[in-house]
């Protein structure tokens, strides 16, 4: 059976045997970004199929020397940021690297996933997407009286702090007095995220954050919450982001959406101005960030759910 990413927040496709094929096939071209003006960044289209470890992304950017760039899939490096593939691009040793981390739910309605590079001449690029796939099958919880439901699971992120280099191509040739372009370092945390089906709001907390390689050696990152989420009737919804701890002090945007019947389902992502803390000693520090998740309650959820 083909799998059919195109069909993400777009006309319906005829899919034969009726079913729901989530995923991506890139006979159908690119998928444009439709996820909020304030998480997409310079994410333009996306083209991705989990099935076969294919990513092409468009990126508004320095970005590979053409418009729609296919990633390396990086599946010895998933360890580093559970429950999501990574993927690489540098296509010369003095051209940016990027790191994307993108998943698709286990119920194949939707996904999501974050990218960007580790900088370079005072500037980096980045972005995020979600969407649902194949049928764009959605309906909102409705199984508790107040239409209340958790998704909990794992987190990811991409950061414009420089990792440890390791996947960088050999820089040896780059002349001593220039500044070559930086790793991305990665992000890794755990999600709680509620919705209330019955009012439209979504809030969430991310705890557990840490830097991959944490070359500035910062430690533990502080916790974010997600708050302020506005649902609407078609699944999707926006809100901003802030420290624990810390409200009114928006430090940055969420956004996402849900699929399956029942809202089985969610996908997300984040962007972060700043995150290692009000007194952090970071300065203009950037995350973009990926949650997919699926519904405590539903097929394949995460055994923490048993407790919640």
Do not use: K, W
């Amino acid at each position: 059976m083909i799998r059919y990413a195109s069909a993400l927040l777009a006309p319906l496709l005829v899919v034969a045997c009726g079913e729901d094929p989530g995923g991506t096939n890139t006979d159908f071209g690119m998928t444009p970004n439709t996820a909020d003006a304030t998480v997409a960044g310079n994410l333009q289209a996306v083209n991705y199929d989990p099935l076969t470890g294919e990513l092409v992304l468009s990126l508004n950017s320095i970005h590979g020397n053409q418009t729609n760039v296919t990633y390396v899939r990086r599946a010895d490096l998933d360890a580093s940021v559970p429950g999501y593939e990574v993927y690489m691009l540098q296509t010369t040793p003095a051209d940016r690297h990027y790191t994307a981390v993108f998943a698709e739910s286990n119920d194949n309605h939707v996904i999501a996933g974050a990218v960007m590079d580790g900088g370079n001449d005072n500037r980096y690029y980045g972005g995020s997407f979600y969407g649902r796939q194949g049928l764009d099958v959605y309906s909102p919880y409705t199984e508790t009286s107040g239409g209340e439901a958790q998704y909990y699971g794992t987190y990811a992120g991409v950061t414009n702090l420089d990792s440890n280099g390791d996947q960088l191509l050999d820089q040896s040739g780059i002349p001593a007095s220039a500044t070559p372009p930086s790793q991305s370092d990665r992000i890794t945390g755990t999600i709680l995220l509620n919705a209330d089906f019955a009012n439209g709001a979504v809030d969430a907390e991310i705890f557990n954050r840490t830097l991959v390689d944490d070359v500035p050696g910062i430690g533990p990152l502080p916790d974010i919450v997600l708050t302020e989420g506005a649902l609407s009737n078609d699944g999707t919804f926006v809100g901003i982001a802030e420290y624990e701890g810390v409200p009114d002090a928006q430090i940055g945007s969420f956004g996402g959406i849900f699929g399956g019947n029942q809202a089985t389902s969610v996908a997300g992502t984040v962007y972060l101005e700043e995150f290692d803390g009000p007194a952090g000693t970071i300065t203009g520090e950037a995350e973009y960030g990926v949650f997919v998740l699926t519904r405590c309650g539903a097929s394949g959820d995460d055994p923490v759910c048993a407790g919640l």
